[in-house]
């Protein structure tokens, strides 16, 4: 059985975070360790509060985790800060494993969830990962992304692919990649939920558990595209907010 490795935050509601990516990992038969960064006080309507983890005892949760396993992928999720970002990237950088990383610093509000200088250094990861996943409203901090101006040259330069989530055209839900100076588009039909709490995270997650399995990049998103599609779709209408989607009853209709 392969070993995908979360390095994320945790979210006590369930949906997001590391809980979100254990369940991706168990919807696709791999097996989920986690290294957790951030503690979160939150539910489907919101976040509360943050208690960070100290980047010592995030390193020591990494150690222990690659001491015992082989570890066939990684997925990077909110690192919440400098000293996190410094820990994580030395671990990487010597790494010859698929890694996912999703660049969690502005939620889907538009809510700032780290500072400037940390977004800054956190880019510093970009090369030692296989690909990015960037909503909307990071894409634009990281390169004043819009589909229709010159960012678009920046993004094709970067060592590591990128794809951005959720544009929107007419019925259809768009992720773009950019990936070796080509341009790729993967479409589902859009649909109108409120239950998308921790979709970004699957997302990523799932794009992590295809590339253990031993999928080439775009079979990987294939797969997560319509794993997140059912997921939303067959969602179990929990909490008060955005709800969490279904990550078991997803990977049964694949």
Do not use: W
């Not at 995030?58 to 150690?63: A, D, G, H, I």
């Not at 990077?76 to 820990?87: P, Q, V």
């Not at 773009?176 to 588009?185: F, H, R």
């Amino acid at each position: 059985m392969k070993v995908v490795l979360s390095i994320a935050g945790s979210d006590c509601s369930g949906g997001a975070g590391i809980q979100a990516d254990l369940k991706t990992f168990e919807a696709f038969s791999v097996f989920g360790c986690s290294v957790i960064t951030v503690l979160t006080a939150q539910n489907t309507t919101g976040v509360k509060s943050i208690s960070e983890v100290s980047a010592q005892f995030v390193k020591e949760q990494l150690e222990m985790v690659f001491e015992d396993f082989d570890v066939s992928a990684i997925k990077i999720g909110m690192l919440f800060s400098n000293e996190i970002i410094d820990t994580v990237r030395e671990l990487i950088k010597d790494l010859d494993i698929p890694i996912v990383l999703d660049p969690v610093f502005i939620s889907k509000a538009g809510s700032m969830l780290l500072s400037a200088d940390a977004v800054t250094n956190m880019k510093t990861l970009f090369d030692y990962v296989t690909i990015i996943t960037p909503n909307q409203f990071e894409a634009k901090a990281l390169f004043d992304y819009d589909s229709n101006n010159n960012s678009i040259d920046k993004i094709k330069e970067l060592k590591c692919a990128t794809i951005i989530k959720n544009s929107i055209e007419e019925d259809k839900s768009i992720d773009i990649l950019y990936s070796n100076k080509e341009i790729k588009k993967f479409e589902t039909p859009l649909l109108i939920s409120r239950n998308t709490h921790g979709t970004g995270c699957s997302f990523s997650s799932a794009i992590a558990a295809n590339l253990a399995l031993g999928k080439d990049l775009t079979q990987a998103i294939n797969i997560s595209n319509k794993f997140i599609y059912k997921a939303i779709k067959n969602a179990p209408n929990l909490g008060k907010g955005k709800g969490p989607i279904a990550h078991k009853s997803a990977s049964m209709l694949l």
